[in-house]
C-alpha cells in the first residue's frame, strides 16, 4: 500500500509540474503563445526529448530563466517517477491474481517435477541447478521477497519461477505445488526441525517419493532419515569437503567448476533410466553409440533400487542393459534431454 501511495505521489507531482509550466509558458511567454503551444512545450521539456522550442525562448530573459527551473525539477521528478513505477510494476507481477491464477494453472498442469522448500542460502542454488538443467520444479516459500531475489540473484539462469507463497510445513500448501503429482521434493528450511515435518508429512503419503533435506545438526540428520528421507545435506560437511578438496586436488576441483560454470554448454553428470519398456532394454551400450549419437561419455551403470556396490564404473562396450538399469553419464544437458527421450524415460 505505501508503493501505491508513492505511485500517486509521483504522477501527482509530474502533474503538478506540467500544469505549473504550462501556465508559466502562457503568463511569461506573453499573449502570441496558446494554450497548446504552452502545453507542447511543457511536455517536450520534461521528456527531454530534443525537439526545438516550440516558445522561443531567446528573447526572454525571464522565460528562459523559468524553462531552466522546469528543466531541473523535470529531471528530478521523472526519475522519480520512473523509479516508484518500476517498483510498483514488480510488485504488480507477484500480486496480480490473474497473474497468479496463471501460475498456479501452469503448476496443475506439471507432472513428475520437483518442489523446492525454502529460498535461503541452499535453496536458492539449488533452484538456480535445476533450472539450468531444464528440470521441472515449484518453489515454496513464505516470502516474496525471498523470489524477488531470487530472480535479482540468477537472471541469467532463471526463466519464469513457479512458486507457491506460503508455509511448506503446511500440507495444503504443498498441494498447491502439486504434491501428489511430484517426483522428488527438496526440503531446504533455515530450521532443521521444519525440514524434518516437512520430511514425515511428505512420506507418510508417498512412500516412493524421493526425499532430500537440508540438516545443519547431525541429530536432525539421523530423525530425518528415520522419518523417511532419503538423503541429507549438511552445508557445513559439504563445506568441509570442497576446502579439504580444494587442498590436496585443486586441478579436479578445477575442472568441475569449470564443467558447471561454462557459459556456452550446460555440462553434467546425468541419469538415464531404462525402465523395462524402454526400447534400450536388452541392448548394449556399444550398440546404443551414445557417444556418437548423443555426445554422451558413460561412466557407469546401476540398478534404479540396488546399493552402491552394484555400480559398475567405467563399464565395457558389450555390457547389457537389465530391463532396469540406469545408466550415469555425463554430457551437455540437452543431449542428456534427447537420450533421455529416445529411452523412453
Not at 93 to 118: A, K, S, Y
Request: net charge positive; with cysteine; aromatic share 6%.
Amino acid at each position: 500500500m505505501a508503493l501505491r501511495k508513492r505511485l500517486l505521489l509521483a504522477i501527482s507531482l509530474l502533474l503538478g509540474l506540467i500544469v505549473v509550466s504550462t501556465t508559466g509558458y502562457r503568463l511569461i511567454g506573453g499573449p502570441s503563445v496558446s494554450f497548446l503551444q504552452a502545453l507542447y512545450m511543457a511536455v517536450i521539456t520534461l521528456a527531454g526529448v530534443g525537439y526545438g522550442e516550440i516558445v522561443d525562448t531567446s528573447h526572454n530573459p525571464a522565460l528562459r530563466v523559468f524553462n531552466i527551473g522546469i528543466v531541473l525539477f523535470g529531471v528530478a521528478i521523472t526519475v522519480y517517477v520512473f523509479s516508484v513505477v518500476a517498483a510498483f510494476l514488480v510488485e504488480v507481477e507477484f500480486t496480480n491474481p490473474f497473474w497468479r491464477r496463471r501460475m498456479q494453472r501452469h503448476i496443475d498442469e506439471l507432472t513428475g517435477h520437483h518442489i523446492v522448500c525454502g529460498l535461503g542460502d541452499t535453496g536458492r542454488h539449488a533452484v538456480a541447478e535445476l533450472q539450468k538443467t531444464m528440470t521441472p520444479h515449484v518453489v515454496v516459500d513464505l516470502s516474496e521477497e525471498n523470489i524477488k531475489k531470487l530472480k535479482g540473484l540468477h537472471p541469467e539462469a532463471l526463466g519464469e519461477v513457479l512458486f507457491v507463497v506460503g508455509d511448506a510445513t503446511e500440507e495444503d500448501v504443498l498441494e498447491k505445488a502439486g504434491l501428489s503429482r511430484a517426483k522428488g521434493l527438496i526440503a531446504a528450511l533455515p530450521l532443521d526441525k521444519d525440514n524434518l515435518v516437512i520430511t514425515v508429512i511428505v512420506r507418510q503419503r508417498f512412500p516412493k517419493m524421493r526425499i532430500v533435506a537440508r540438516s545443519a545438526e547431525r541429530k536432525f540428520s539421523e530423525r530425518m532419515i528415520r522419518a523417511g528421507a532419503n538423503s541429507t545435506v549438511s552445508p557445513s560437511h559439504i563445506g568441509g569437503l570442497r576446502m579439504a578438496s580444494e587442498l590436496i586436488r585443486p586441478h579436479v576441483v578445477g575442472f568441475l567448476d569449470t564443467m558447471l560454470k561454462e557459459q556456452g554448454r550446460t555440462l553434467r553428470v546425468e541419469e538415464i533410466e531404462v525402465k523395462p519398456t524402454s526400447p534400450w532394454a536388452g541392448s548394449a551400450l556399444h550398440a546404443l553409440n551414445l557417444k556418437g549419437r548423443y555426445n554422451l561419455l558413460v561412466l557407469g551403470l546401476k540398478r534404479p533400487f540396488a546399493e552402491g556396490s552394484d555400480l559398475m564404473i567405467n563399464p565395457p562396450d558389450n555390457s547389457i542393459l537389465d530391463k532396469e538399469q540406469i545408466i550415469i553419464a555425463m554430457g551437455d544437458v540437452k543431449d542428456i534431454q534427447r537420450a533421455r527421450q529416445d529411452a523412453g524415460a
